[in-house]
Structure formats: C-alpha cells, structure tokens
C-alpha cells in the first residue's frame, strides 16, 4: 500500500479524525485477513527459502508497515484503552487486539532473525541482551507449562569471547589455572576424541570435612518474601561473592540454561545461596570471568549442594570452565531415601510447604532486565535447598547403619559420579540411532515412507542438523 493511502491531514477535527481513524484499523484488519488467507503461515519460510527476491520484498515490505503499525499504537494507546474499544467492532474487541500485538511480534521477530542471521558476518548489529524493558509473551502447551520469551532480544553468543563452535570437533576443556590442586593440569592438545577430567584425581581421592557426617539440627530457612538478594553483573560484584563464599562450608547451586536459540546452548544465570544471601549471577555478563567460581567450586572442605546436576556439571564445564569438588546432590539422596517423587517440586512441597509455579521451567533467560517473578522462581531454587540438605542428611543418617553410615557415603559416591562427567560435543549420527536421530523421529511420528521418500526425509534431517550448526540455532 503507498505511504500516501493512509495519510493524515494537517489540519482535521475530532469527529473527522475519529471517523478516518475507524476506517483505518478496519481496512487494515480486511486486508491483513485477506492477505493471512492467501498464504498459509506456515508456508512463507519455505518461500522465503527459494526465493530471494520475494524475501527481499517481504522484508522491505515489513519495513514498510512497521512504522504505520507505531504510529496507529500511539494514535490509540493500545493495548485495552477505551479509545481503541470505541473504534473496533464489538465482537472483535478481544481476538483482534491479540492479534494485532500478536502481528506487531512476528514483525519485531522476522527483522530480529533477518539481522541475526547476517550479524555475524558484517558486524552492523550490537548483539548486547536488550537493556529496554522486555516485551514478554507466553505460549502454553498441554501441561500448562508456558514458554516466556523476550521478543527481539539480541543474541548474546555473538559477543562471547570464545567463539561458539559447533563443528564435530571435540571440546576442549577451557581450564586455564586449576585451583585446590593435588596434581597439576596440562592438557595435550592433539586432536583427541575426548580430553581427561581436571579434577578426577582431587573427586576420587577427596576426604570429606566432619561436619558431613553430623546430625544437626537443621538452619531454619528465611521467608523469601522478607529476605533480599545480590544481583552480581559486575567483576566488582563477582569479586566481593566470591571472597564470602570462601569462607563458608555450604553453598547451594543452580544454573539456568538456555538453548530454544542456539545449538548447543548456554548458561544465563547461575543462582548460588549461603545461609545467609542469595546471589544471582548474570552469567552472560560475567561469561568470561566466572573460572574464579572454581576458587570455592573446586574447595574439597566447602559442600556444594544441588538438585539434579547432571547437566548443571557439564554446563558449567562447558560456558566457564568451572568443576564441582564435593557435591551433594539431593537427587540422589531422594532415591536413596526412597522418596515417592525425586523432583525439587517435591521436596519444596515435602520438607518446606512450598508450591512451586511451573510455568516458568521453559523461561528465556536471557531477557534482561529480568522481571521479578523469574527472579523469584531462580532464586527459589537454592534458597531453601540448604535447609533440605539439613534434613535429607540427618535422614540419611538416620536410616544408615551407624558404624558404616552408608546410605550417605553412597549418596556422596553417586554425587561424585555426577561432578566426574564430562562435557562432550554432539556428534550428528549418521547412522540415526542416536537421541536425536532420524530413525527416532520417523519412529515417534509413526511414518511409513517409500524408499525415496525416506532418502529425502534423511537428507532433510541431516540438513536441518548442518543449518542449526552453522547459524547455531536449535534443530526444533
């Protein structure tokens, strides 16, 4: 439509205004649905893929809109005002003014990915995270689990240091001074299939601290609500946390992860509790300093404490080059104690009466600022965790036979075996039998194809793989 169609004089009166205005969002809404009907959604990508020049157009067209789209947000303070109540339809006051918001994100996002995908190569977008307050939208699925993403947040691993590689090659631990060594750490670089644990020696042989193996009354918890905590963004801040968490026996520990954009993933916050403070950690502004972690991390007589870490561990090897020495992970200590349910929801609700929201275990945790009800969930993971470990202990020990104490030397055993793994890179499976494989897909859709039906349905699977890898993005 030409710039002139919809142009506003200088000088109008209100009515006339008003009437102009109607007319507008109703011709806009015509259009819009007609040109939506035209065209399947779904379609456009694949479009867009074969042709470049109506790629070309559809993004200059998109540039086009954007502006008159601000300008009519503006003009009618959307979203709910009662100015854009009077001029839409009565029937259509609620489904079209989602999806206008819902047609303002998909534009904000298609420029979003446009430049993404060429601001690796010449350099003419700032990948910083969005300073601005984050638009937020929610997807729920069947489980009630909704999906919060920021819309048009930048893309954080075009400004790591270490570039992002996401060939077949193996990783290579990013260690560069081991802390609370009892050998060195030289690693050997010569194109090996995997490389040794930095730490294994210090896990296996570590003589765990005493007060372990006491039955203690357990620390009362303070109330979340009432309590404050430190948001460390800042080499400053990093510094001073670090310097507190030396100097005390337990900590607890828990990361939060994102990989909905990119191929491998990476940490975003990692949330570290003491008695006393909860710290959250901006792990993407601090990315490159956070191997001093390994100060404490690495500190045979200071327990670690997480729920679940088998990803944690490999997560932290692979973003920072930070290691667990002497974890306790409360996973293993609920099966040990044959609780009916393992999850962290459970023992919130089992040893602290606290129900948890689920709906935001799929968070984008790269939105910054971040709002306070995912700070509150983050922080909820390692606040009380401290006092579950209290009492999941004195449990253990309970339960034990008291000369041998085993059931908590074997939870300590299975948490070593936890902080022992290694972080490997994936390795597309040629073959399709992996997690991720192509047989596994057909399987869980329950296809039938033909012989060339399969081989393109193969050389699609792999293709997909190879894109992801190269625009590091994720496969689904």
């Excluded at 995270?129 to 930048?154: H, M, Q, T, W």
């Excluded at 003491?274 to 990315?287: C, K, P, S």
Aim: net charge negative.
């Amino acid at each position: 439509m030409a710039d002139s169609e919809f142009a506003i004089p200088e000088k109008i009166n209100s009515t006339t205004f008003e009437r102009h205005q109607t007319l507008l969002y109703r011709s806009l809404l015509n259009i819009s649905t007609k040109r939506n009907n035209e065209l399947p959604s779904k379609e456009v990508p694949f479009y867009r893929m074969i042709d470049p020049t109506a790629a070309r157009k559809m993004d200059q067209l998109s540039g086009r809109i954007l502006p008159k789209i601000n300008q009519m947000i503006s003009t009618a303070d959307l979203p709910g005002s009662e100015s854009f109540c009077e001029i839409a339809e009565a029937e259509d006051v609620d489904s079209w003014s989602k999806d206008f918001v819902s047609l303002i994100d998909s534009l904000i996002d298609g420029v979003n990915v446009s430049l993404d995908e060429f601001s690796g190569r010449n350099k003419k977008i700032s990948a910083t995270v969005n300073k601005s307050k984050p638009v937020i939208a929610e997807i729920s699925n069947s489980k009630d689990v909704r999906f919060l993403y920021g819309n048009a947040i930048g893309r954080p691993q075009l400004k790591f240091k270490d570039k992002v590689d996401n060939s077949s090659t193996p990783f290579i631990p990013k260690l560069v001074e081991k802390s609370n060594a009892l050998v060195p750490w030289e690693i050997n670089v010569e194109g090996l299939p995997s490389y040794p644990h930095p730490y294994e020696l210090e896990i296996k042989k570590i003589v765990y601290p005493t007060f372990i193996f006491e039955d203690k009354e357990p620390i009362p918890y303070k109330s979340i609500t009432s309590s404050s905590h430190i948001w460390v963004e800042t080499l400053e801040d990093l510094t001073t946390m670090c310097e507190k968490l030396e100097n005390i026996n337990e900590i607890a520990v828990d990361l939060e992860h994102h990989d909905y954009r990119s191929y491998q993933g990476f940490t975003c916050l990692i949330q570290i509790s003491t008695r006393e403070d909860d710290f959250i950690v901006d792990a993407l502004a601090l990315r490159d300093s956070l191997q001093i972690l390994n100060q404490s991390f690495t500190n045979p007589n200071i327990i670690k404490v997480f729920h679940g870490a088998e990803f944690d561990i490999l997560w932290l090897q692979k973003d920072f080059g930070v290691y667990v020495v002497n974890l306790f992970d409360t996973y293993h200590a609920a099966s040990l104690l044959e609780l009916p349910q393992k999850s962290l929801a459970y023992l919130l609700k089992q040893y602290c009466e606290i129900e948890t929201d689920k709906k935001y275990q799929l968070a984008d945790w790269r939105i910054r600022p971040i709002p306070t009800e995912m700070l509150n969930y983050a922080r909820s993971d390692t606040h009380y965790l401290l006092y579950i470990y209290d009492r999941m202990r004195n449990e253990l020990i309970t339960k034990s036979d008291p000369a041998t104490l085993n059931l908590l030397r074997v939870t300590l055993d299975r948490s070593a075996e936890t902080s022992l793994k290694t972080y490997k890179k994936v390795v597309y499976d040629e073959d399709g039998e992996g997690p991720g494989g192509y047989k596994r897909l057909q399987a869980k859709w329950k296809s039938s194809f033909d012989y060339q039906q399969f081989a393109v349905f193969k050389a699609l699977h792999a293709w997909r793989d190879r894109i992801a890898r190269e625009e590091d993005e994720s496969t689904g």
